[in-house]
């Protein structure tokens, strides 16, 4: 089912240009798909253009295509958390979760795949890509806090956050995309002011942080409400006080 | 350097015998060892037979060898998180991180190797006896919180709890297990409590799960503890409240 139009098209396209369209018909397949569900064929396909010609810019085949496409993802995925350093903390990451829940809900079957583990496109480079984005994402939670040297315990503390996060979203996907996104992305914001209030109780570094950002929270912030809400749960406990 | 006694041993065990001899080998081995740098000849060598013997009782060779002595890690590790449903929370939680801490700290490389991704020996199966694990690592939870029908909110923030507990299990690995295994423990537990009690703002079963436990956590527990560290460093920010 080739188009008149298509034909010219096909010769038109500098080398750059033909590269960018195939990574990009690779890319919005390997979003949707296992890696094992997506051949060269496939993506051949969806760019309208011969097998061989895939091959001539993807010698590798689909392991390049996989990984080329993962390098793109994990570009976009690494300015997620890149945000302006001003304002409320939970204000920064309540629009970075926004921005990471949102590749989530557009990569699902690719970002599952990829997590889960056990893919037969997996190998030590993609797991190396992975891992530079979950250290990047902590990297700029580590500025969120306004941290120059971070010891080890908030260190730490930001890796399992991102860990959880990653977590939430492959039971988010499993559950059919429940609850609501806004939903999901208030309860981890809470998630991490719990975590840094916690961690504040045994080290000094994380304390001065949670002092500093707290000063700075809105009363109608999800710090204010999140405590006002916590407060009758645990008042009842007062023996531990 | 075989012994005079090795060859008699060697003729007198039972094909049972003789399998679980091999297995535990191969475990000890699996375990301080990424999989690709354990070959079917160390497993021989440290089992005092042949590699031929190895063979006949496990065909597929190294992969075969890997998946039991997994399967077999597997059981042990669901077990950790198994206890008495007795006494305060937090005191069973101690035990349960205690066990499972003492399984990571013992079976380092093995354990960093499986839950990285990228092993040679990484299948859908190995795949699924790892979430196998970790479903029944969050049903225990569950049952620790004496919740019988726990809703979608609750059952993920048990989900991810537990993937914050792998993540801070690999990054302790990966920093020459520092902190101290009991401080680490200690954290751990307080990351719960905390992310129980973040969850009750938002979640009224979740709110009746942190109700009924505080009740019966002592005044010199880890709740304690944590409230009376955590209310001077938040007490800061009254305009929250």
Known sequence: MTSPAATPAYRRLSVEERRTQLLGAALSLFAHRAPEDVSVDDVAEAAGVSRPLVYRYFPGGKQQLYEAALRSAADELELCFAEAQSGPL????????????AFVDEHDAGFSALLQGGSVAETSRTTAIVDEVRRAAAEQILV??????????????????????????????????????????????????????????????????????????????????????????????????
């Open 90 to 101: 939970t204000r920064r990451l309540t629009r970075a979760l926004d921005r990471y829940l």
């Open 144 to 241: 969120h806090l306004r941290v120059e040297q971070p010891g080890p315990r908030l260190r730490m503390m930001v890796r399992t956050w991102i860990a959880a996060v990653e977590a939430a979203s492959l039971i988010w996907l499993d559950e059919d995309k429940q609850p609501a996104l806004p939903e999901l992305r208030d309860w981890l914001v809470d998630h991490l002011v719990a975590l840094l209030t916690a961690t504040a109780a045994t080290d000094e570094q994380t304390a001065a942080v949670v002092r500093g950002a707290l000063a700075h929270e809105p009363v109608e912030g999800p710090a204010g409400v999140l405590a006002r809400r916590v407060i009758p749960v645990v008042s009842e406990a007062g023996h531990l006080l």
